[in-house]
């Protein structure tokens, strides 16, 4: 989702032959990405992200084309993973999942961005997203708020937007575990992403975690250089059907007469 820009990245071009050309350092970097996070999203990611992560197979030793991760899911579903040259925005962001192309910016972090990146990259597009997308409620989601956006004037944009960050992109769920035990589990593309933020939404005491309540997360600020402090749970997949079936223009109405939290309760966490 647009979240930030700066000088510090560059998109990498599609080539003449259809194709990124990545350099063997940011080959690397997705290898040191992929083994840091494997057994991290297998031990605390929510089961349908690792059945998803099986489906889409993604290598591990080299970053893959978007083609490659298209052919899957336009198998499965009917979506695509298309590169994006730079950052975009919101009208365009939302008019692509309306189409059910999910943009993907195309460079890979540095090491000094290895537990976490304001600016998506590409692991975090590919390794983050594309195996929930492969999820029929996930995927059907994305293209209802694809279509709301689209249709939204750009003021109501920045209020649709929390929405998807607080379900898709930070997300936690409800899980019932082969042991019949409750729990609380990631799910959202920006914790598969991150390292360290995987290990503290699942366990620290420090976040705090509401149930999901449409005009209280919309109207909840979040910040995109900290760990979360505050992360919305699903009950369940089906829930996020529910959503998409709710009035959401009038949710954003109601959430703009209640009017933005106060954004200094949130706790300060350096990532
Ligand atoms: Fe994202």
């Known amino acids: 989702m647009p979240r930030y820009t700066s000088d510090q990245y560059k998109a990498k071009q599609v ?16 290898a040191e990405l992929y ?26 030793h080299r970053i893959p084309q978007c083609s490659e991760i298209s052919k899957k ?34 460079f890979i972090r ?11 990259d590409i692991f975090h597009e590919i390794f983050g997203h594309t195996p929930l997308l492969t999820h029929p409620q996930v995927a059907q ?11 939204m004037s750009a003021e109501n944009h920045p209020w649709l937007a929390r929405l998807y960050w607080f ?20 799910m959202g593309s920006g914790l598969a992403s991150s390292p360290t933020e ?3 939404a699942s ?28 992360y919305y749970v699903l009950e369940s997949f089906d829930q996020l059907t529910d959503i998409s079936q709710r009035d959401l223009f009038d949710d954003i109405k109601q959430a703009q007469c209640v009017g933005l939290q106060d954004p200094h309760h949130l706790l300060a966490q350096a990532c």
């Open 35 to 60: 083994q840091a996070q494997i057994s991290l999203v297998n031990r605390h990611m929510v089961k349908e992200y690792i059945e998803g992560l099986a489906h889409i197979d993604l290598p591990s």
């Open 110 to 120: 540095n090491k000094d961005d290895f537990a976490y990146v304001k600016e998506p």
């Open 203 to 230: 366990s620290s005491a420090i976040p705090r975690r509401k149930l999901f309540d449409v005009i209280d997360l919309l109207t909840t600020p979040y910040r995109i250089d900290i760990k979360q402090p505050i």
């Open 198 to 200: 995987l290990v503290y």
């Open 167 to 186: 379900t898709i992109e930070f997300g936690l769920i409800k899980q019932t575990d082969t042991h019949n035990n409750n729990a609380v589990v990631p």
């Open 15 to 30: 080539g003449a032959d259809g194709l990124i050309h990545y350099t063997s350092d940011e080959h690397d970097m997705w």
């Open 73 to 106: 899911l336009k198998k499965l579903n009917g979506w695509q993973v298309e590169p994006v040259p730079a950052l975009i925005g919101y009208k365009r962001f939302f008019t692509m999942l309306a189409n059910k192309h999910f943009p993907a910016a195309s």
């Open 141 to 151: 989601f994305s293209q209802v708020i694809g279509k709301l956006g689209s249709n």
